[in-house]
Nanobody
Framework: QVQVVESGGGLVQPGGSLRLSCAAS????????MGWYRQASGEQRELVAS???????HVADSVKGRFTISRDNAKNTVYLQMNSLKPEDTAVYYC??????????????WGQGTQVTVSS
């Protein structure tokens, strides 16, 4: 059974930094994509950043220049380095992974989310 677990959220002041981690574990042949979404209170979920395949990266315009996504393939882990945080970055951040199993079947997995609160 595949599990996707986020960590690293918390309370930070505006201008501060946080580093989120997401680790996938279980029966995994390969990870096709990993990415971060967020959902603020009363808002729709939005894609923040993702890595498609082994190297193709996407970063949302709202966080471009402030957030960086990276991946450790050996550990099946993706990171989101968040710098210059703003109050509008406050949201629950969810990790998503598209995983291929040993039978070449693709499945979509979500973590439980980690709260990021940017406030003075």
């Amino acid at each position: 059974q595949v599990q996707v677990v986020e960590s690293g959220g918390g309370l930070v002041q505006p201008g501060g930094s946080l580093r989120l981690s997401c680790a996938a574990s279980g029966t995994i042949f390969s990870i096709v994509t990993m990415g971060w979404y967020r959902q603020a209170s009363g808002e729709q979920r939005e894609l923040v950043a993702s890595i498609i395949g082994s190297s193709s990266q996407h970063v949302a315009d709202s966080v471009k220049g402030r957030f960086t996504i990276s991946r450790d393939n050996a550990k099946n882990t993706v990171y989101l380095q968040m710098n210059s945080l703003k109050p509008e970055d406050t949201a629950v951040y969810y990790c998503n992974a598209v995983i291929q199993n040993s039978n070449s079947r693709l499945s979509n997995y979500w973590g439980q989310g980690t709260q990021v609160t940017v406030s003075s």
